[in-house]
């Protein structure tokens, strides 16, 4: 997995090859946008609660594969 400073670098990289000015307002747009939207979230009582059910499945081992998963979301939708 890439550092975060690697993932940065290469993307100034990139962003120093594009001469499309458009795109790099649009992109400025996107960084400036996201940047703002990083106030901190306040959780219910009920999403804390499902967040510890979580953890607890996750500790004793209450676990499914993605692929299972996918499988039993199939038979679901086709039962429909």
Known sequence: M???????????DKILS??????????DNLISSSSADNEIVELTAEQKE??????ADIKNGRLIS???MDKRNLEWLDGL
């Open 66 to 68: 993605q692929e299972a």
């Open 18 to 27: 594009i001469r499309n000015k458009d795109f790099l307002l649009a992109l």
């Open 50 to 55: 499902m967040l510890e059910m979580s953890d």
């Open 2 to 12: 890439a550092t975060v400073d690697k993932i940065r670098s290469g993307l100034i």
